[in-house]
Nanobody, 122 residues
Framework: QVQLVESGGGLAQAGESLRLACVSS????????MAWYRQPPGKQRELVAT???????RYDDSVKGRFTISRDNAKNTMYLQMNDLKPWDTGFYYC????????????????WGQGTRVTVSS
């Protein structure tokens, strides 16, 4: 099974930026869709953004215009550029591979990373 490793989390002040990376041990081109999820403290894991092999992207409304998801298949790496961070962006961020969309709902694949913590102070 493909292993995913996230990095780039840390402490930021509101308005600052962070860039997360997710490196796969396998060839991510075989995963048509990759995704970033986050889990705020005390809440359930939620979908943040997805990126397909053709470069198409989707975002949760809460991050549109602030976050950018991208992937570099040659490096087996997916990124999440997070700008203008807000305190409510705080949480653990996880990458996921191998999911699919059905009726506009995203169903995650079996591959998850261990997560990277993002803390945004006001």
């Amino acid at each position: 099974q493909v292993q995913l490793v996230e990095s780039g989390g840390g402490l930021a002040q509101a308005g600052e930026s962070l860039r997360l990376a997710c490196v796969s041990s396998g060839n991510i081109i075989t995963s048509n869709i990759m995704a970033w999820y986050r889990q705020p403290p005390g809440k359930q894991r939620e979908l943040v953004a997805t990126v397909s092999n053709d470069g198409s992207t989707r975002y949760d409304d809460s991050v549109k215009g602030r976050f950018t998801i991208s992937r570099d298949n040659a490096k087996n790496t997916m990124y999440l550029q997070m700008n203008d961070l807000k305190p409510w962006d705080t949480g653990f961020y996880y990458c996921n591979a191998g999911g699919f969309y059905k009726n506009e709902n995203y169903y995650p694949g079996p591959g998850w990373g261990q997560g990277t913590r993002v803390t945004v102070s006001s």
